[in-house]
């Protein structure tokens, strides 16, 4: 599988919403078709033994989503000049890492969600044991398919980098140490700083690691890859600004999710401690700092600003 050659210039912006993303979503549609692709290629099929395992790994992974994730680490190998297979392969190893994290989320002794991504939640259709076991395959699975890239002709020192940003992104300083403070915390016992704390291991992390790895899959230079990490820290911050906000004024069939959640149970958002409008200014700032990152770069990276446009735009 060969990724088709990204267009150097950016689509024009208007003042109509629709016009100035209508060329990002061609891409992010052509992106999302090529993840699903390769998912569906690499995963093992659900006939496999044990059967009921792979039926739910599939399950969750192959039930769509907007695989934000993938698409940005194509976005950032793909603006250096990077293409492939295992391109593709790193990519989808980030995505599997991200279902496992819902999977988890989900469940009872965790968020205890009925809904993701427009349909039950793992442990609603497998139940708890079999969704934990799920969850644990596809953490596994990711790390697999990152060593597997030297297998690919990745030089192994440069598939071992991708490795290892990974597991430093989702481990005890990352996504599971996020999940534990949010866990420990609600509305009435949080701070600015703790909830930036949450939302920079809990989602940031991981993104932040989809763009540290599409920069070492693209052989970005030091400059690059400190700019490029430093974008991936606002951009995380962006995006959970932006999915806090739309738990409050989104609905469930465009979340793909239960709506309303994090108010009633008076989890840690920035809507929560801030209030709407606060929380609104700080995704614009999180969205001009990202920007002004990518002006930075030594090499433009355009998908990555359409990108940074688009997530914030989710909510205006």
């Given at each position: ?30 992106r ?107 953490i ?36 599971v ?34 763009v ?21 820290d ?18 469930a ?21 801030l ?42």
């Amino acid at each position: 599988m060969t990724l088709p050659k990204q267009s150097s210039s950016s689509p024009a912006v208007t003042s109509e919403k629709k016009q100035t993303f209508r060329g990002l979503e061609s891409y992010l549609a052509d992106r999302q078709k090529l993840v699903d692709s390769a998912l569906d290629q690499w995963l093992l099929p659900s006939s496999t033994v044990p059967q009921r395992l792979h039926e739910a790994m599939r399950y969750s992974v192959c039930a769509g989503g907007k695989r934000i994730r993938p698409i940005l680490c194509l976005a950032v190998a793909e603006g250096l000049g990077a293409s492939g297979d295992a391109v593709c392969k790193a990519a989808a190893a980030l995505e599997l890492m991200h279902t496992s994290s819902l999977i988890h989320d989900d469940l009872p002794a965790l968020d205890n969600d009925d809904l993701r991504r427009g349909r039950p939640t793992s442990h609603k259709v497998f139940g708890e044991a079999m969704a934990i076991m799920a969850g644990d395959a596809l953490i596994m699975l990711s790390f697999q398919w990152l060593a597997d890239l030297v297998l690919m002709g990745v030089p192994a020192e440069q598939a071992i980098e991708t490795l290892r940003i990974l597991t430093s992104a989702v481990g005890n300083q990352g996504m599971v140490a996020g999940q534990v403070l949010d866990l420990q915390h609600d509305q009435r016992s949080i701070d600015l700083e703790t909830l930036q704390q949450i939302h920079r291991w809990k989602t940031g992390a991981l993104l932040r690691a989809a763009v540290e790895i599409g920069a070492v899959m693209g052989g970005a230079g030091t400059e690059e890859r400190q700019l490029l990490a430093r974008f991936g820290d606002k951009i995380g911050l962006l995006f959970q600004i932006v999915d806090d906000i739309l738990d409050v004024v989104g609905t469930a069939e465009s979340l793909g999710k239960t709506p309303g959640k994090d108010q009633r149970e008076q989890k840690a958002t920035y809507p929560n401690l801030l209030g709407l409008d606060e929380a609104r200014q700080r995704a614009q700032t999180a969205k001009s700092e990202a920007l002004q990152l990518l002006a930075e770069l030594p090499r433009p990276i355009p998908r990555l600003r359409e990108l940074t446009e688009y997530i914030h735009h989710r909510v205006n």
